[in-house]
């Protein structure tokens, strides 16, 4: 395993779990936290395991575990409403392992549907008994990063499989782990590509004399229809395998990614055409409408995200923001009182 990095996953069958040794005691890297089940289903434990991780220098990823009794839409909404708001680490994982009418559907449905909510990479777990239910779609998912479980304990001794990305080994079930008291702990054993900022294909960049760019692969193969993360920044790549850069919609989502000789996706505040606009963290990118809170102030960006100074009025109520665009909120001002939530109420 000297060449890997030692992961776990968890969920709240695991109960409490102290973080704090199994780094220096037992090398875990990586924690994976289980976020979401069907189309409601939020874990519990996600938001304080997340925030424990991070103290203890853990790097953490999510994954959702798909079922057959909601729609695949629904259950990917729930995945990203309940991942969109912290900062990950490592590929958000769809957990496939049950069985049922339609399975192959749902897998292709929810990838999609993910795709338009967010500019992550998805990755796939599964069990390598479990694969022979994929094959339908083996054409679609086989270059998509693949965790596969197989509790031979013996890390990376797989044999082929239409995956041609696995990036994680889940190798048995009943590990001991510093702080995990439950019986027996999944262990895993990962490469560089479980991470969500790894630039796993090496290339280099192509200006065309109809002044696109292009990024080839060392392979020669190079991103159409996607999203990359390459030397540490995120581009959006059109059908022709073109740098979009400008405005851009992508599934349900608008990005800023800048000039024609830059394409970077933007994130956080962007002042642009004498407009400020917010695009979430740099693992998120999409810009932000109506009421937002950023590092503890409340800000509103009307529907074409645009930041709003003054007054505004919002589901009947009337509210009104700095010229930094900064919520009002606790004082007496203009002749009005602005209580905490920032509602004004004109003083008599």
Known sequence: MANYILGIDVSNNNGSIDFSGMGPNDGVKIVYLKATEGQSFKDSTMSPFYLECKANGLKVGAYHFLVGTSSPEAQAQNFYSMIKDYEWDCLPM??????FDGLANYVTRFINTFKQLSPLKLGIY???SFLPYLRTICSEIKDIPFWEANYNNDPWNLSDTFFANRIGHQYTEKGIITGITSEGCDLDSFTDGVYLNSDTIPGEWKLESNGKWWYKHEDGSYTKNGWEHINGEWYLFDSEGYMCYSWKKDGNNWYFLGGSNDGT?????????????????????????????????WYYFNTDGAMQTG???DNSKLYCCYSSGEMICNCDLYGYHFNENGEAAKLS
């Open 126 to 128: 599964s069990y390598t």
């Open 265 to 297: 996706m933007k994130y956080g505040w962007v002042l642009t055409d004498n407009k400020w606009y917010y695009f979430g963290d740099k693992n998120d990118g999409a810009m932000k409408t109506g009421w937002q809170q950023i590092d503890g102030k």
């Open 94 to 99: 769809l957990d496939v392992e049950t069985n």
């Open 311 to 313: 007054w505004i009025a």
